[in-house]
């Protein structure tokens, strides 16, 4: 991962991997991977953002998740809360796709006043 500038969070092993591909095919190269699992909770999430904040090399963060177990409003809302917080600054990019996705995504889509992208 030498030399990458994007961060990326997804859930699943195989859904990381398959990120930092498509990443790849549009140009772009990850600095890092979180690899969230089902229970991933409100401080394991923003600890990764926070991570990824910090990291110098990395300029943008991208979302990839399809969530089940975990339930997609409460990732948003940790992601909405971190930029509150102004733990987070760097733009990012969230495909947040399965339960309660729609609520997720319209919770990111509010966040007008930061950079976040949702697809």
Known sequence: MDGGHVGVLANGAGYAMAT???LHVYGGK???????D???FREKITHALIIMEKHK?????????Y???????????????????KLVSKPMVCRI???????????LQNLKSHRIVCI
């Open 38 to 40: 089902g229970d991933a």
């Open 97 to 107: 796709k399965g339960t309660n996705a729609d609520i997720a995504n319209t919770t």
């Open 20 to 22: 930092q591909d498509l």
């Open 67 to 85: 969530c089940g177990q975990l339930p997609a409003d409460k990732v948003a809302n940790v992601i909405r809360d971190s930029y509150r917080e």
């Open 57 to 65: 090399h990395i300029d943008s963060i991208f979302v990839n998740m």
């Open 30 to 36: 990850a600095a890092n991977f979180f690899d969230l």
